[in-house]
């Protein structure tokens, strides 16, 4: 089964503070995303990379930078984080183009 | 720009009884749509994945049929069981999009005894 895990589950932060949300996942899989849900909206794509080293801007990346050192692990850094980040984050993968997006349990983010 | 509509929000059904869910899309140009199933404050579940050049797929209770040319799918349950209740996604794959997924808002569904 593929397994995607992110670090933290629930998250409480500071305005001002520099976040770290980390994904992994055991499959070998090319693709990795990061999304943001919020009521009313649905998910939201920030950014995508789809190998070591590469990243694409999402729908919404303002306020947001990745980085993607090895094939495994897709990192979402907020380098200031503000209020209106508080939000649900969810990591995913996939192998190839197009293929079965598979998620990770999420990480609930409040900024205070 | 792609945009994808789940209508109703919510849908409250007695267990037993079979149903359907409903996603829309503007764009006709896709590569293929997924359903994904969601439970409360957890990350997201592929239920089903359509390819363009398919007009239906199954597993177990789950039938999704996709009619491109209306920008239509839709997820039917057969014999609904209160462990369906949950909150149901449909994602798009346009063409030309890489791996970037188009998400509907899903539909809430409660299952009841």
């Known amino acids: 089964d593929v397994k995607v895990t992110q670090s933290s589950r629930y998250l409480v932060k500071r305005t001002g503070e520099k976040v770290f949300l980390e994904c992994v996942q055991d499959m070998d899989h090319e693709n990795m995303f990061w999304y943001r849900q919020d009521p009313g909206l649905g998910l939201r794509l920030i950014y995508f990379s789809y190998d070591v080293k590469m990243k694409e801007k999402g729908d919404i990346p303002e306020g947001y930078s990745v980085s993607r050192e090895k094939k495994e692990r897709f990192s979402l850094i907020l380098e200031s984080a503000s209020t209106n980040q508080t939000s649900m984050y969810l990591c995913a993968s996939s192998s190839g183009g197009g293929n079965i997006q598979y998620f990770g349990a999420g990480t609930r983010l409040s900024v205070l | 720009k792609q945009e994808v509509t789940q209508i109703p929000a919510a849908l409250s059904v007695p267990e037993g009884e079979n149903l359907v869910l409903n996603c829309s899309f503007t764009?006709?140009?896709?590569?293929?749509l997924q359903w994904f199933r969601q439970d409360p404050g957890k990350g997201l579940t592929s239920l089903l994945l359509i390819q363009s050049s398919q007009r239906e797929q199954t597993s177990g209770r789950l039938n999704a049929s996709l009619d491109k040319s209306s920008g239509r799918s839709t997820l039917y349950i057969a014999a609904s069981q209160p462990g369906d209740s949950a909150t149901y996604l449909c994602?798009?794959?346009?063409?030309?999009?890489?791996?970037?997924?188009?998400f509907g808002t899903g539909t809430r569904l409660q299952v009841t005894l």
């Open positions: 764009d006709s140009a896709i590569y293929n």
């Open positions: 994602a798009v794959k346009s063409t030309g999009t890489a791996s970037k997924l188009t």
